[in-house]
T-cell receptor
């Protein structure tokens, strides 16, 4: 069975600092995808970044990077140069290789302090 | 086209009533997903459509839940005989044959 674990219910970071949000996963599938989504207080889920299980390099999208450690089954999100607008809930998610079904973690609430 | 739309945005119903929600995906997206999200939790997968075919359905969906996408465009999610435990945000997402899902604003259901 697929499972996503986010062990940090809440995190604080100073504006302009970097922050790492933890995510571990469990799957027996050889091919899968890992994702991070942002959910601001307005409620709409926003896709941030994707990593395929066979991708050799860690994914990056602007200030977001995914630290993928396959042997450890971890997919941590690194946000560089935090901004006040980064304050939100962040969800790690996993899908099968065909993107037919997604599994989400319980989320981490990030607060960026000025 | 500005994104995925969901209607209604809020629904209050009495226990035992039936409710139906609608999702209009981004027009060229053939993939459509429904999720349920309760307060403080991540989205929970309910079902997946590719065009009009329902290809995945969570075991969490009881017989009271049904979803359709009759022409491969909009989709409806119906809950029959609602229970207080059905109170949640119901999210719809769509995508191309790719990994990036676009989520709608959700329908918040309150069962009294």
């Amino acid at each position: 069975a697929q499972k996503i674990t986010q062990t940090q219910p809440g995190m604080f970071v100073q504006e302009k600092e970097a922050v790492t949000l933890d995510c571990t996963y469990d799957t027996s599938d050889p091919s899968y995808g890992l994702f991070w989504y942002k959910q601001p207080s307005s409620g709409e889920m926003i896709f941030l970044i994707y990593q395929g299980s066979y991708d050799q390099q860690n994914a990056t999208e602007g200030r977001y990077s995914l630290n993928f450690q396959k042997a450890r089954k971890s997919a941590n999100l690194v946000i560089s140069a935090s901004q006040l607008g980064d304050s939100a809930m962040y969800f790690c998610a996993m899908s099968r290789y065909n993107f037919n079904k997604f599994y989400f973690g319980s989320g981490t609430k990030l607060n960026v302090k000025p | 086209d500005t994104g995925v739309s969901q209607n209604p945005r809020h629904k209050i119903t009495k226990r035992g009533q039936n409710v139906t929600f609608r999702c209009d995906p981004i027009s060229e997206h053939n993939r459509l997903y429904w999720y349920r999200q309760t307060l403080g939790q991540g989205p929970e997968f309910l079902t997946y459509f590719q065009n009009e075919a329902q290809l995945e359905k969570s075991r969490l969906l009881s017989d009271r839940f049904s979803a359709e996408r009759p022409k491969g465009s909009f989709s409806t999610l119906e809950i029959q005989r609602t229970e207080q435990g059905d109170s949640a945000m119901y999210l719809c997402a769509s995508s191309l044959p790719s990994y990036e899902q676009y989520f709608g604003p959700g329908t918040r259901l309150t069962v009294t």
